[in-house]
């Protein structure tokens, strides 16, 4: 069946250092995987962070980036210096494009910024 | 405003009691969903509906019911709660079309005993 597999956490990086988390999947049974990035911050629902649904493309959002590689299967989240607000949990997600299809979600990666 | 609200924010109840929780959305989305979180784990598809008076299977229903009164509300329903279903359960929602976003609500924190 369709997985991801990220990065476990937890993750604790100093202010202004750089981040990544790993996000690699396996789509079995989609023909064109989107590829998604959520945000849970403390006492919030999921939100999205950004999103990419063509291979080879790059999204972007709140200084973070993300690439659709479809060679290695793979959707690293990266971030060049990161601040004390960015401290939540981050879940790499793959859909289809279908209509309403469901989204499958990776195991979440706790990010904690030190000050 | 809040897009997905859910109620309640959190619950505990006694192991074979009925546990109804509820989603409401404003997003005039066709699509709505519920998933489960367990600790240290993503999440999983419990129920979808694409239109009202309708629900389809997910990925791990055992166990659960759901039910989609009108475009905005969609209930999860345990008939007979248990141990294991002690978790944090999301409401989502989402456009038609295909590829787009699912839109989350907070979330409820079930503990069963």
């Known amino acids: 069946g369709d997985s991801v597999t990220q990065t476990e956490g937890p993750v604790t990086v100093s202010e202004s250092e750089s981040l990544i988390i790993n996000c690699t999947y396996s789509a079995t049974s989609i023909a064109y995987p989107n590829l998604f990035w959520y945000v849970r911050y403390p006492g919030e629902g999921l939100q999205l962070l950004l999103k990419v649904i063509t291979a080879g493309q790059k999204g972007s959002s709140r200084g973070f980036e993300a690439t659709y590689n479809k060679e290695t299967t793979s959707f690293h989240l990266q971030k060049a210096s990161v601040q004390e607000s960015d401290s939540a949990v981050y879940y790499c997600a793959l859909g289809d494009n279908n209509a309403g299809a469901k989204l499958t979600f990776g195991g979440g990666t706790r990010l904690t910024v030190r000050p | ?113």
Not at chain 2, 17 to 22: E, F, R
Not at chain 2, 23 to 45: A, E, P, V
Not at chain 2, 74 to 102: K, N
């Open chain 2, 1 to 113: 405003e809040a897009a997905v609200t859910q109620s309640p924010r959190s619950k505990v109840a006694v192991t074979g009691g009925k546990v109804t929780l509820s989603c409401h959305q404003t997003n005039n989305h066709d699509y709505m969903y519920w998933y489960r979180q367990d600790t240290g784990h993503g999440l999983r598809l419990i129920h979808y509906s694409y239109v009202a008076d309708s629900t389809e299977k997910g990925d791990i229903p055992d166990g659960y019911k759901a039910s989609r009164p009108s475009q905005e509300n969609f209930s999860l329903i345990l008939e007979l709660a248990s141990l294991s279903q002690t978790a944090v359960y999301f409401c989502a929602s989402s456009e038609r079309t295909g590829g787009r976003e699912q839109y989350f609500g907070p979330g409820t924190r079930l503990t069963v005993l």
